[in-house]
C-alpha cells in the first residue's frame, strides 16, 4: 500500500504490516484514503480527529442546506 505519514509526507510502497507498525510506533492510527486505487493509499494520523472533523464538514453543510416549504392556499 502507498503511505503517507502523518506530516503529510510520502512514504513510498509499503506492505501493510510494517505500515501498522509504523503507525503504532507514532502512536497513532493506519487510515484507508482510497481503498480503490492501486495499491490503496492509506495515511498514518489519529483516527478520531478525521471522524470530528468530517462530523464538523457535515454539520457546516447542513446548516448551510435550504429547505423548500410549500404552502398550499385554497380558493
Do not use: N
Not at 480527529?49 to 392556499?73: F, N, P, S
Amino acid at each position: 500500500m502507498r503511505l503517507v505519514g502523518a506530516d503529510g509526507q510520502q512514504l513510498g510502497v509499503v506492505p501493510t504490516p510494517r505500515a501498522l507498525a509504523l503507525a503504532q510506533s507514532e502512536g497513532y492510527d493506519l487510515i484507508e484514503v482510497a481503498p480503490t486505487a492501486v495499491p490503496p493509499v492509506c495515511k498514518i494520523g489519529d483516527y478520531g480527529k478525521l471522524r470530528y472533523e468530517a462530523q464538523q464538514k457535515e454539520r457546516e453543510a447542513k446548516k448551510k442546506q435550504r429547505t423548500i416549504t410549500w404552502k398550499e392556499v385554497r380558493i
